[in-house]
Structure formats: C-alpha cells, structure tokens
C-alpha cells in the first residue's frame, strides 16, 4: 500500500511538472510573439521624446511627446523634404528663423530623448546669417550627416533689395563649428552654377543634399533650370562630373522647359532624382537617373528622362514629383501630388521598375492613387521612405474635416493601404498646436522608429517647427 502511494505521488508530481514546464513554454511563445509584434510594428507617438505636450495627438489615450520649435519653419514650398536626418541616435534638423524681418538659417541637434544636445554649439543651436555678406537673408533646406560625423546644409542666400539669390553648402563639424577644411571656411557659394543668358547673377537654390564616397551632391535649380552639382569633399568643383561639376537638363526638347529638382538620392554609382518640368504650361512629374561621371544614363527610359503625365486624366491637373526613394530590390519609388490648383488634388505614390518602366504589381500599372478626402484641395504627398522591414512609408497633408491636417500612411507592397497600421493604413494627427500642421519630411532609422518634421500653426498666427518621433 505504501509503495504505491508513493508510485501515485511520483506520477502525480512528473504530471504537475510537465503541466508547469508546457505553461511556462507557452506563456513564453505568447510573450515571444507578442514581442516580436512590438518591435516590428510602430504604433503610437513616442511617450519620451522631448516635452509631454498635453495632447492625445494619436488618438491612442494618452497625451504625446514631441518637439515644438517657435518661431522657426520647414521650407514651406513645394520644395524640400529632406530637412531631418538621424545619425548615432542623434536627431539633426535644419531650418529657418525669421526675426527682425530677416530670415537667419539655423541648425538643431537632439539627443535620442529630445532634449537639445549641448555638445552641438553649446546649447544645440547653431545659426547662421550674413553668410554671402551685405546682410543677407540664409535659408536653409536640406540636411545630410556623413560617416566622419560633418554635417551638410543646403539652401540659399540672398541680399535685400537683390531678387537672386545665390545657392550655399555649409559643412559643420561635430560640434556644430564651421569646418574650415570645406572651402577654406566651411562654405559654399554657387554663385555662378547658371551659365544661362551668361548671367552669373541668377536664381539658385539647393534642395536636396546627399554624401557619398566623400563626394558631396545637390540637386536644385538655377534660373528655372534643374541642375544637380557633385563637390568633392573639399568643397571645389569636381571636374569629373558633368560639365564641370554641374548637370542641367540640357537635352533637346526639354532643355527649352522649366524644370526644378525637388529630391535626389543615391543607389549602386547612380544618381536619381526627382520634380518637376513646365511643358506648354502644364507642370509634370520630371524623374532623371544619371551615370556617375553625370552623364544622363540611357538604361532608364531610353535616355535617363522619365516624363510623367496625365496621371488624372484631366488636362487641368498638374503633377509634380516631390521625393525619390530607390530601394534596395531595383525599384524606385517618388512620392507627389497630382492638383487641380485651388480646386483638388490628390496623393500620388509611383513604383517604376529599374529600366523605369512602370511596375504593373504597384498600384493601377505603377500608380497609386489615394484621396484622403474626396474633393480635398490640399492633399500633397511630401516625403517618402521604406524601413528594415519593406514597409512604405509616405507623409504630407490634406485637409480633413476642414482643417489642414499631418498625415503618415503605410502601403502594402502592392500599393494598397496596409490596414494594419492604425486600422485603415492611415494616421491623421489630431492638432499639435490649434489650427493647422504641415507634414514636411520624414526620416526612418536603423531601428525602425520614425521622425516627421514640418509646421503648426497655432492661434494668433503662431507657427513653430515640429519633430515627431513614432515607435
């Protein structure tokens, strides 16, 4: 009797422990799962990433963090969609001040919390004015950091009273000073990028800035004219590429077109960029690929000239390109607006395929487009990018329930919304401030987070520049 009581008890015991080890296994599968989901999924606006503002800006139930700056905007043009950059988990931002009816370029750099570096300039802030002298105004653009830690500004400069404003790079070292190595005092001039009319005194502006193989590019225009520059690391022209240093769009018949670049990147030696193209006064997307020595490249849409038209199969509506994304598959993404000004407009995400065709498995043949409220007159795409994970990314804004709203959508990798993200594939800020945001720039790091910048408009007719981070 006594051995098997003793018998039962070691079979009850094994059976206690088995019960004990397959619950804890799957306690630890769900926790696993539930893990993995978390890390792969962004879900809200980070909860410690600069002040807590006292707003539910998600609408997920709790109030929000993020970065409000008075005073300082974002390119509010069609134009720049590059303005932040993350490096070294450090968030860098350029922009504009305007004080005393001048504009003053300034640059911020963040710590991963949110909170002003003081390492950078001393308190985080580095301004810059007077650069081209005569009191001039300084707008700055666009930002890239390199690998040595040196940042990169473009914008332009101009003189009051003067209507031509001249293009600028200014590298920074990293502490925020002007590193003299770069031209001698850590400042480019393209004064005499345009050798149109033979006028050295034309309109030129830098748009979009990217670093590579210590070769600096900048893609802009001068006097209406698209132009993308390549510098070496010392700042001088490099004669290597295009006509010394410099590529326009000088191919018959567009050459005789206004044309602007909006966005430039870079992929395997070739140089991609992306605007727009004034063709018998209707604007159109304009995509280029270029070879490394700047010569246009004739595997892409038969000579590297990409026109994109009739979108809207409506002759009033304009189309214009505003960011440019290749991805590491040879497809090629660009992010825009296709409007009917003053009246409609619509989001517009392209895939072409690397020879630039359209890529039939994207969208309708290539194309997709979304009106985030029907009959919207603001609805602009801005900025577009694909995290670790092939997720597609775009920002911008569109107006909803009668308000100009920031807006971040994911996409399938077929083109359709990703209903996953916030349940429709689409996030619409509620107010960051009061009464409008503007969505300029997105940026996504190595570990998935995503950084949004543009402007708010608060009342009284207060704007500041904002930085978002979601995790």
Same mark, same amino acid.
């Given at each position: 009797?006594?051995?098997?009581? *003793?018998?039962? =008890?070691?079979?009850?015991?094994?059976?206690?422990?088995?019960?004990?080890?397959?619950?804890?296994?799957?306690?630890?599968?769900?926790?696993?799962?539930?893990?993995?989901?978390?890390?792969?999924?962004?879900?809200?606006?980070?909860?410690?990433?600069?002040?807590?503002?006292?707003?539910?800006?998600?609408?997920?139930?709790?109030?929000?963090?993020?970065?409000?700056?008075?005073?300082? &905007?974002?390119? +509010?043009?069609?134009?720049?969609?590059?303005?932040?950059?993350?490096?070294?988990?450090?968030?860098?931002?350029?922009?504009?001040?305007?004080?005393?009816?001048?504009?003053?370029?300034?640059?911020?750099?963040?710590?991963?919390?949110?909170?002003?570096?003081?390492?950078?300039?001393?308190?985080?802030?580095?301004? &810059? +004015?007077?650069?081209?002298?005569?009191?001039?105004?300084?707008?700055?653009?666009? *930002?890239?950091?390199?690998?040595?830690?040196?940042?990169?500004?473009?914008?332009?400069?101009?003189?009051?009273?003067?209507?031509?404003?001249?293009?600028?790079?200014?590298?920074?070292?990293?502490?925020?000073?002007?590193?003299?190595?770069?031209?001698?005092?850590?400042?480019?001039?393209?004064?005499?990028?345009?050798?149109?009319?033979?006028?050295?005194?034309?309109?030129?502006?830098?748009?979009?800035? %990217?670093?590579?193989?210590? /070769?600096?590019?900048?893609?802009?225009?001068?006097?209406?004219?698209?132009?993308?520059?390549?510098?070496?690391?010392?700042?001088?022209?490099?004669?290597?590429?295009?006509?010394?240093?410099?590529?326009?769009?000088?191919?018959?018949?567009? =050459?005789?077109?206004?044309?602007?670049?909006?966005?430039?990147?870079?992929?395997?030696?070739?140089?991609?960029?992306?605007?727009?193209?004034?063709?018998?006064?209707?604007?159109?997307?304009?995509?280029?690929?270029?070879?490394?020595?700047?010569?246009? +490249?004739?595997?892409? =849409?038969?000579?590297?000239?990409?026109?994109?038209?009739? #979108?809207?199969?409506?002759?009033?509506?304009?189309?214009?390109?505003?960011?440019?994304?290749?991805?590491?598959?040879?497809?090629?993404?660009?992010?825009?607006?296709?409007?009917?000004?003053?009246?409609?407009? /619509?989001?517009? %995400?392209?895939?072409?395929?690397?020879?630039?065709?359209?890529?039939?498995? &994207?969208?309708?043949?290539?194309?997709?487009?979304?009106?985030?409220?029907?009959?919207?007159?603001?609805?602009?795409?801005?900025?577009?990018?694909?995290?670790?994970?092939?997720? *597609?990314?775009?920002?911008?804004? =569109?107006?909803?329930?009668?308000?100009?709203?920031?807006?971040?959508?994911?996409?399938?990798?077929?083109?359709?919304?990703?209903?996953?993200?916030?349940?429709?594939?689409?996030?619409?800020?509620?107010?960051?401030?009061?009464?409008?945001?503007?969505?300029?720039?997105?940026? #996504?790091?190595?570990?998935?987070? *995503?950084?949004?910048?543009?402007?708010? &408009?608060?009342?009284?007719?207060?704007?500041?520049?904002?930085?978002? /981070?979601?995790?």
């Amino acid at each position: 009797m006594f051995r098997t009581l *003793i018998i039962v =008890s070691i079979f009850v015991l094994l059976f206690i422990k088995i019960v004990f080890l397959y619950s804890c296994k799957y306690r630890s599968l769900i926790c696993l799962t539930q893990n993995t989901i978390e890390n792969t999924t962004v879900n809200e606006v980070s909860d410690n990433f600069g002040p807590d503002q006292q707003r539910d800006i998600d609408l997920d139930g709790d109030n929000d963090s993020y970065i409000l700056i008075d005073n300082v &905007f974002v390119e +509010d043009d069609m134009g720049t969609e590059s303005s932040i950059y993350v490096k070294n988990n450090k968030v860098y931002l350029v922009g504009t001040r305007f004080l005393n009816n001048m504009y003053d370029l300034m640059v911020f750099r963040f710590n991963s919390d949110g909170t002003y570096d003081n390492s950078f300039s001393g308190d985080g802030v580095a301004v &810059f +004015d007077n650069i081209i002298g005569q009191n001039s105004g300084d707008l700055g653009f666009a *930002i890239y950091v390199d690998d040595n830690n040196k940042t990169y500004i473009t914008g332009y400069s101009y003189i009051p009273g003067v209507e031509n404003p001249d293009l600028i790079v200014l590298r920074l070292d990293e502490y925020g000073n002007l590193d003299n190595s770069f031209n001698t005092d850590g400042i480019f001039i393209g004064e005499m990028i345009n050798t149109y009319n033979n006028n050295v005194d034309d309109w030129d502006v830098g748009n979009s800035i %990217v670093v590579n193989n210590n /070769k600096i590019y900048v893609g802009g225009w001068s006097w209406a004219k698209m132009a993308i520059l390549r510098l070496n690391y010392d700042g001088t022209y490099d004669n290597n590429f295009g006509d010394s240093g410099i590529v326009r769009l000088n191919i018959s018949p567009y =050459s005789s077109y206004n044309s602007y670049i909006r966005s430039i990147a870079l992929k395997n030696d070739k140089i991609y960029a992306c605007g727009d193209i004034d063709i018998s006064s209707t604007w159109q997307m304009l995509v280029v690929r270029l070879n490394n020595n700047g010569s246009f +490249d004739n595997t892409f =849409s038969g000579d590297g000239i990409l026109i994109i038209s009739n #979108i809207v199969p409506d002759p009033l509506y304009y189309n214009h390109a505003l960011s440019i994304y290749p991805d590491n598959n040879s497809k090629v993404y660009i992010a825009g607006t296709s409007m009917w000004w003053g009246t409609e407009s /619509k989001w517009v %995400v392209i895939r072409l395929n690397y020879d630039g065709s359209f890529d039939a498995n &994207f969208g309708n043949n290539g194309i997709a487009i979304f009106d985030i409220e029907a009959g919207n007159r603001e609805d602009i795409a801005r900025s577009i990018s694909i995290d670790n994970n092939n997720r *597609i990314y775009v920002t911008g804004i =569109s107006v909803v329930n009668n308000r100009i709203s920031l807006v971040l959508m994911r996409l399938n990798p077929d083109g359709t919304l990703d209903n996953s993200f916030f349940n429709d594939g689409i996030l619409v800020f509620d107010s960051l401030t009061g009464n409008a945001d503007q969505g300029r720039s997105l940026f #996504i790091d190595m570990n998935n987070f *995503i950084y949004l910048t543009g402007v708010t &408009f608060g009342s009284g007719g207060i704007f500041r520049t904002f930085v978002i /981070k979601l995790e």
